[in-house]
């Protein structure tokens, strides 16, 4: 017979379930994967559709017939996971490969360590990872596909990001980052439009489902790195616009550094989490081999909130002020 040890009054109720929080952030992704699926057309509904169905079903497989949980399996988070997979890779790879990202993000970075709320790392960050390491070509072909709103044939369609690392500063000098921040064809769909993920970003502060405070030291961090590098030496290193609104950065920064199993908890914690975050991000974009580091910075900060959390605790309730 189980025993369940209830302590002394007051509790606190809250009218939120996994389920209304996941759903909150499915919401808040629906206007970048708007504006992906107009201009990338139908091969990114494949790519959307093929990662949540792949990744609900391996998670509900592995639930019902390695792990034999019963009842109901919340299958809100695969869903979000499935989502942010998808929006981490080219609209014009193949099916095949993004059923074995979802494998490795729910079979490998999620189930095998327990299921929901006891990964250590960013499920749909390690299926990104492990798909870029095995399938580099596939990863970074950015050929941009007939969209909705499109009235071009398939062409080159490379990241800003990737121009710079091989031109370096001369070949991005004429950026329009207003552009940028509303359009930005070649990449991922969760490069797209840096718009419409802080819209989304900021449906979940008003919804209160994430605090800015993560969010917002990546931002920071970024800039200020940016902004010194550039000071130093304008002609080898971007500004701090050019690295806030290009590649993964806002969607790493909004939607998954931000997930509540593989972050800090508290608020001190999350600072320097962000922080982190953004100083590593900086350092792979200026001396690394990767033109892009958030996936790479999010996992390497994954392995400290164990001790962040340890460090740092929020205050008390009944002890002061949180």
Known sequence: MEKYLVSPNPHIH??????????????????AIAVSI???????????????????????????????????????????????????????????IVVIGALVAIG???MSFGGLGQNVFNPAIVGRVFLLISFPAQMTDWT???????????????????????????AVA????????FLNIGGSAGEISALALLAGWVYLLIRKVIKP???????????IVATIFNLCSPEVYT?????????????????????????????????????????????????GSYPE???FAILIMNCCVPLLNKWFHQRKYGYGRA
């Open 14 to 31: 809250a009218n939120v379930s996994t389920s209304k929080l996941m759903l909150d952030v499915c919401i808040a992704l629906i206007p």
């Open 239 to 287: 500004d701090a616009a050019f690295n806030l609104l290009t590649g993964g950065l806002i969607l790493g920064a909004c939607f998954m550094a931000t997930d509540y199993v593989t972050s800090p908890m508290s608020t001190v914690g999350g600072i320097i989490y962000g922080v982190g975050i953004g100083f590593i991000v900086m350092m792979i974009r200026y001396f």
């Open 293 to 295: 580091g958030m996936s």
């Open 213 to 223: 405070w993560i969010t917002l030291s990546i931002f920071a961090t970024v800039a």
């Open 174 to 181: 004429n950026v329009d980052y207003l552009k940028t921040l």
């Open 38 to 96: 107009l201009f990338y057309g139908w091969s990114e509904l494949l790519i959307l559709g093929v990662s949540v169905v792949s990744c609900v079903l391996i998670e509900w497989a592995i639930s019902k017939f390695l792990m034999k949980m019963d009842g109901p399996h919340c299958l809100s988070a695969a869903v979000v996971t499935g989502l942010l997979l998808a929006m981490n890779l080219p609209s014009t790879i193949s099916w095949w």
């Open 144 to 170: 941009v596909p007939q969209g909705f709103i499109q009235n071009v044939d398939a062409v080159s369609g490379s990241t800003l990001l990737g121009i710079f690392s091989e031109g370096g500063i001369a």
């Open 108 to 110: 490998v970075a999620k």
